[in-house]
């Protein structure tokens, strides 16, 4: 039987949010992540970010359903991946992610998910989505939502 051994030392990774997007109704927060500060590789990710946005439900907004969610490009050391996750079922969030280790964007295998960079911001947004949907059932504001984002250090900025 092996023994468990830590290969890498826990590093801060680039955390960056590159916008929001608005796709079929959806509204995107999009965060990218390189574990060494290179820059993204845009082209590379773009079939990835094709499955994932091919696994969001229709219709957008629902009754229980906001149409918002969280895109994380991850730029990792020797696989890429693509985290997919959306505010659903009133207080839910399916993640989904896609992976490529240089032969081709598919869905995470069932010993591939998210991280702990990509937890980093997903618990940010979730801070986010309680403070300004959750907490105020009766007017729920998308809008401060979105305007909410996670920036490494200071925690969420407005």
Same mark, same amino acid.
């Given at each position: 039987?092996?023994?468990?051994?830590? *290969? *890498?030392?826990?590093?801060? !990774? &680039?955390?960056?949010y590159?916008? /929001?997007?608005? =796709?079929?109704?959806?509204? /995107?927060? !999009?965060?990218?992540?390189?574990?060494?500060?290179?820059?993204?590789?845009? $082209? %590379?990710?773009? $079939? +990835?970010?094709?499955? $994932?946005?091919?696994?969001l439900?229709?219709?957008? #907004?629902?009754?229980? @359903?906001?149409g &918002? +969610?969280?895109?994380?490009? *991850?730029?990792?050391? %020797?696989?890429?991946?693509?985290?997919?996750?959306?505010?659903? !079922?009133? =207080?839910? /969030?399916?993640?989904?992610?896609? #992976?490529?280790?240089?032969?081709?964007? !598919?869905?995470? =295998?069932?010993?591939?998910?998210?991280?702990?960079?990509?937890?980093?911001?997903?618990?940010?947004? @979730?801070?986010?989505? #309680?403070? *300004?949907?959750?907490?105020?059932?009766?007017?729920?504001?998308?809008?401060?939502? /979105?305007?909410?984002?996670?920036?490494? %250090?200071? +925690?969420? &900025?407005?």
């Open positions: 039987m092996g023994q468990f051994r830590v *290969h *890498h030392r826990y590093a801060a !990774r &680039t955390v960056a590159d916008g /929001l997007d608005e =796709n079929s109704d959806w509204k /995107l927060k !999009r965060y990218s992540l390189s574990w060494d500060g290179s820059a993204m590789d845009d $082209a %590379g990710f773009a $079939a +990835g970010e094709a499955m $994932a946005m091919d696994a439900p229709s219709p957008a #907004v629902a009754e229980s @359903r906001p &918002t +969610g969280i895109v994380i490009r *991850h730029q990792g050391r %020797g696989e890429n991946y693509v985290i997919l996750a959306w505010w659903d !079922r009133e =207080n839910e /969030l399916p993640i989904r992610v896609f #992976v490529d280790n240089g032969e081709g964007w !598919r869905p995470a =295998n069932e010993h591939e998910s998210i991280c702990v960079w990509d937890l980093q911001i997903l618990a940010a947004e @979730r801070d986010a989505y #309680v403070r *300004h949907i959750l907490a105020w059932p009766e007017k729920p504001d998308v809008r401060r939502y /979105l305007a909410e984002i996670y920036a490494p %250090g200071d +925690g969420i &900025t407005v």
